[in-house]
């Protein structure tokens, strides 16, 4: 053993060639394995931190972080919106593509430089903000969405490295205000918020865009009960009265009796909606569906009404108008008083707070409640559009409050359900729930209720038509030759600082056309009118009235309403 101990201490050049071979080859094939296990291990290791290199400038790449928590998807800002169509194809609303400018910071060169260079194209930005969003150390930052097309060919010119843009969808109204109450619009999202607009997300759309199934799709337009050639008219109507009657507001409605669609719908002041700045300021509201007011003496068309389908007051019935009523401290008197007895129509067509004061008594104040309840004049209405007001009533009805009620005070209830409501007593006494969509009238029938007698119907319609054709009566200037137009007319003094203003006063007109075969309500409102020059009142029947006939004359044409002149008029186009 001590031998072969000396013998492997042994330098090499003392052993024999053989041994020393022998012994390099021993330490070659121990020392092997371990290199190889070495040199797998480091190319494992630089495999896998390009692995992850890799991965995170994919993540990067679809989700870019600009440094708040922020995630981006794609597939959001690429979602396409259905095209909202009128009831004859006509575009209301349709998607169409913009850029959208973003930075990554973390490419920007000097941030100092590119704020300035941007902001000589784009001055309303605030430079601060701008700058922070430059030098941050995001991957990703929003810049300014919705850029024209000049600003994003002047910013490319910049040549700014780590600015982009991305391609979004902008919705578009080629109407701009002309339908904005009803269309509604957008975020900046392109998410419906307000009108049919979000109506449209509501009913289902929205889910399909969370779940990214709107992007590049052909999605089905949405089509309106909208008639937008009426619609224009509407309002170009209820503009030309806002100038001449120097009002601050006014509103309008066009409503099929039969079926309940909802033709045109405008309310002004209003906004653009391509522009959207407005759409919340207060009197930009749709005063016809989201406001509610006290509709004056339209509301004894339902007092009328209640009295006749009561069964306890005919149409040859006479109240006493001879003196006004005095009741809880207050002296109820009529605008235009005959201090005689009235007849049921001569208590419409003089428009009678007494009389319809005796009406509602005849009846009852659990009965008075209980009609307009029937009516859906006290209940918030159900419908599409999303802005939809509660109306107010007393807590407790007592009999100074079925008084006042009974000629339009003390109960406050949206213009379009007034409509509604009137549409029942003209169609035969069937109440249709309002649409904004297409609906037939075999449809309609399956959603109808019965609220009053045919025969009241017929009285009311027969009522409606002497208060415009009859010289005495108070709708005489709404008449239109050839349409036989009816309706009621309504001054309501409004409540200013706890008190009825003399001089403040909301005016309406509800109709309906031709009142012999009723087909369409058109429902007038204008708020706070002044007197045209050379006149003293500024009456519902001064004002409200001539611009439902101006509404009338020009639409019935278009929604193929034939005139009829009688055999005089039959005559006359004969020997054209």
């Not at 013998?7 to 012994?23: G, N, Q, T």
């Not at 600009?66 to 575009?91: C, E, F, H, T, W």
């Not at 019935?556 to 055999?567: E, I, N, Q, R, Y």
């Amino acid at each position: 053993m001590i031998n072969f101990i000396k013998e492997c201490r042994k330098e090499p050049e003392d052993l024999p060639a053989s041994s020393f071979m022998l012994a390099s080859r021993r330490r070659r094939e121990v020392a092997m394995p371990r290199h190889r296990e070495r040199f797998v291990i480091a190319v494992a290791l630089f495999c896998a931190i390009y692995v992850v290199i890799g991965g995170r400038m994919a993540v990067w790449g679809a989700f870019p972080s600009d440094g708040g928590g922020y995630r981006y998807v794609p597939s959001q800002i690429m979602a396409a919106r259905p095209d909202l169509l009128d009831r004859n194809g006509k575009v209301l609303a349709t998607d169409i593509k913009t850029a959208s400018l973003y930075a990554e910071p973390r490419r920007i060169v000097d941030a100092d430089e590119a704020a300035e260079l941007l902001l000589s194209v784009l001055p309303d930005l605030d430079p601060k903000t701008l700058h922070d969003r430059l030098s941050s150390k995001a991957g990703f930052a929003w810049l300014r969405r919705e850029l024209t097309p000049r600003q994003q060919q002047e910013i490319l010119k910049l040549g700014i490295p780590g600015i982009g843009f991305r391609t979004e969808k902008k919705r578009f109204y080629p109407g701009g205000p002309t339908a904005a109450h009803v269309v509604g619009l957008v975020n900046i999202d392109n998410q419906g918020i307000a009108g049919m607009e979000k109506y449209v997300d509501d009913a289902g759309y929205s889910a399909l865009q969370s779940a990214g199934l709107a992007v590049d799709t052909d999605l089905k337009p949405v089509n309106l009960s909208l008639d937008l050639r009426v619609q224009h008219i509407v309002r170009d109507e209820l503009a030309a009265a806002m100038q001449r009657y120097r009002s601050i507001a006014a509103g309008g409605v066009v409503l099929n009796v039969r079926t309940g669609e909802v033709l045109a719908l405008a309310s002004l002041p209003d906004y653009d909606p391509n522009n959207p700045v407005d759409a919340l300021k207060k009197e930009n509201l749709n005063r016809m569906s989201a406001g509610t007011f006290e509709m004056g003496s339209t509301f004894k068309t339902f007092t009328t009404a209640m009295a006749l389908d009561s069964g306890l007051v005919k149409m040859t019935d006479s109240f006493d108008a001879t003196k006004p009523i005095y009741i809880g401290g207050f002296r109820i008197t009529d605008f235009h008083g005959k201090h005689r007895p009235l007849t049921v129509p001569e208590v419409f067509i003089y428009s009678s707070n007494i009389g319809s004061a005796k009406e509602a008594e005849t009846v009852g104040i659990e009965g008075h409640k209980a009609f307009l309840t029937k009516m859906g004049l006290l209940t918030r209405m159900h419908t599409e559009l999303p802005e939809v007001a509660t109306p107010g009533q007393p807590k407790e009805w007592k009999l100074i409050n079925s008084i006042t009620i009974s000629y339009g005070h003390g109960v406050m209830t949206t213009p379009l359900q007034t409509a509604v409501a009137a549409a029942a007593l003209m169609n035969g006494g069937y109440l249709i729930p309002p649409t904004f969509l297409p609906r037939t009238e075999e449809q309609a029938a399956a959603l109808a209720k019965q609220v009053v007698s045919k025969k009241t119907s017929d009285e009311m319609r027969y009522l409606f038509r002497l208060n415009v054709a009859d010289d005495r009566g108070s709708g005489n200037l709404a008449n239109i030759p050839g349409y036989k137009v009816g309706g009621k007319t309504g001054t309501a003094n409004k409540v200013v600082g706890g008190k009825y203003s003399n001089t403040k006063k909301f005016n309406a007109f509800l109709s309906a056309f031709p009142i012999d075969n009723p087909q369409y309500v058109v429902l007038v409102v204008i708020d706070e009118p002044q007197p045209e020059p050379g006149k003293y009142y500024a009456t519902a029947g001064m004002n409200a009235a001539p611009t439902v006939g101006a509404i009338i004359r020009r639409a019935a044409p278009l929604l193929k309403v034939k005139p009829d002149f009688g055999d005089s008029g039959k005559s006359l186009l004969v020997s054209y």
